[in-house]
């Protein structure tokens, strides 16, 4: 994240970062991350980090290749931590276990409204907590890893 700290700033990151941030998520996708020009990739980061809309930042992300919903949580998520947590797998069960969402059990196949579903209950936690939502969603995420049996992708 520190290695980040100035795209918000510019709002707009370079390939190089892009692949950081990609490879920090998922680096087994790095060949569909390594097939977006340099010039693509900064129209697409000025655009997203541009906009207010939530919806659209996160649509804009995922028109790049290789880019799922959990990989532009993560983008959005280095770049900065204090407004957005990673779509993630773990935390995804822990708050189905919970009740707190009610579909997609086994934490996969994400759409942008789980998203948008899973980014309010993390900003309303964070917000009676009084804490980044980043910190929110990795303390979500180590109670998943206490709590797990079994393996993580059955």
Same mark, same amino acid.
């Given at each position: 994240?520190?290695?980040?700290? *100035?795209?918000?700033? &510019? &709002?707009?990151?370079? %390939?190089?970062?892009?692949?950081?941030?990609?490879?920090?998520?998922? @680096?087994?996708?790095?060949?569909?991350? %390594?097939?977006?020009?340099?010039? %693509? =990739?900064?129209? $697409?980061?000025?655009?997203?980090?541009?906009?207010?809309?939530?919806?659209?930042? =996160?649509?804009? +992300?995922?028109?790049? &290749? !290789?880019?799922?919903? @959990?990989?532009?949580?993560? =983008?959005?998520?280095?770049?900065?931590?204090?407004?957005?947590?990673? +779509?993630?797998?773990? $935390?995804?069960?822990?708050?189905?276990?919970?009740? /707190?969402?009610?579909?997609? @059990?086994? !934490?996969? *196949?994400?759409? /942008?409204?789980?998203?948008? #579903?899973? +980014?309010? /209950? +993390?900003? &309303?936690?964070? #917000?009676?907590? *009084?804490?980044?939502?980043?910190?929110?969603?990795?303390?979500?995420? #180590?109670?998943? %890893?206490?709590? #797990?049996? !079994?393996?993580?992708?059955?």
């Amino acid at each position: 994240m520190k290695r980040l700290t *100035g795209v918000r700033s &510019r &709002r707009e990151f370079s %390939r190089a970062e892009f692949l950081l941030m990609c490879r920090w998520k998922s @680096p087994r996708a790095m060949h569909h991350y %390594r097939r977006n020009s340099a010039v %693509r =990739i900064r129209d $697409v980061a000025r655009a997203a980090l541009g906009t207010r809309d939530e919806r659209k930042r =996160i649509e804009l +992300l995922t028109g790049l &290749r !290789g880019v799922s919903v @959990p990989i532009a949580s993560s =983008i959005l998520t280095l770049i900065d931590p204090k407004r957005y947590g990673v +779509l993630d797998i773990r $935390v995804w069960q822990l708050l189905f276990a919970l009740d /707190v969402v009610t579909s997609k @059990p086994k !934490g996969r *196949g994400f759409s /942008v409204d789980d998203w948008e #579903q899973y +980014l309010t /209950v +993390l900003r &309303r936690h964070a #917000q009676e907590l *009084g804490a980044p939502v980043r910190t929110v969603e990795y303390t979500l995420f #180590q109670c998943h %890893r206490k709590w #797990q049996t !079994g393996r993580l992708y059955d």
